[in-house]
């Protein structure tokens, strides 16, 4: 445990996530209290059989639960979310170093 | 690019505007952080009828004097006394005054500082090295997503004739959550 000082989001995904889950939060789509509850319980699974860190492993049960949400909720179903992934894995491996990553489509 | 994916899929249905994530982003990342509480800190020890009106009801002192606040959520600020040392955690996730102290750290985040916090907090004080009186009494708060607490630590002596920016320096981010105590004047 240290006390020194730490930048605010250690990657830019940790921020983009977090910014995307609060922004749902700010317009009104998702309740803060729901996303607590559903958070806390995708951290407890994955604490079950190692300690998390508080780093990567806890932003990737945070990215868990809200694709699980925006499933539920209909707003992002898997398969779409597979197509995404997949079209910004493309995107990225065309695109030139040093050059934005931009969808095709 | 999971993230992305969520991103772009929300984009095109409207529900997203990758302009407010922007703004989102650099608020967290350099608008607010521990100077916010440090600064409310600061005022308490300075002015005894504003650490009243904080403690009593702190969202409205929060509000009156800027600082980004969230919809749906309480500050509670408990003060530590020589009788009493005040230390917060979150067991469920990771609740936290974002508004005073930012994003919180990766440790406040960890399994062992939510699990240990409870359970052995004198220990864990000690790991921050922070070792109180065997007389004062270590109280937990177990912040939620309605309520978050912020720590107000007890003045350093010798600080009588510090004004606010030089009391703000000497409040450290640990010394809101309790885990550490304000630094001493040199």
Known sequence: ???????????????????????????????????????????????????????????????ETL?????????????????????????????????????ST | MRVKALETILTRKGLVDPAALDEIIDTYQNRIGPKNGAEVVARAWSDPAFRGALLRDADSVIAEMGHYGRQGEHVVVVENTP???????????????????????GWYKSDAYRARAVREPRRVLAEFGVTLPEATAVRVWDSTAEVRYLVLPMRPEGTESMDLTQLSELVTRDSMIGTGLPKSPR
């Open chain 1, 1 to 63: 445990m240290t006390t020194a000082p730490e930048p605010a989001f250690l990657e830019p995904w940790h921020a983009q996530l977090f910014a995307l889950t609060v922004h749902l939060n700010d317009s009104g789509r998702l309740d803060w209290g729901d996303w607590a509850a559903r958070f806390g319980a995708t951290l407890a699974v994955h604490g079950l059989d190692r300690d998390l860190d508080g780093g990567d492993d806890y932003f990737n049960a945070w990215l």
């Open chain 1, 67 to 103: 694709e699980a949400i925006l499933a539920d909720v209909g707003a992002a179903a898997p398969d779409e979310a597979a197509q995404l992934r997949e079209a910004w894995r493309q995107a990225y491996l065309n695109t030139p170093h040093g050059a934005p990553v931009r969808l």
């Open chain 2, 83 to 105: 009788e009493i040392h005040n230390m917060v955690v979150c067991t469920l996730c990771s609740c936290y005054p974002w508004p005073l102290l930012g994003i919180p750290p």
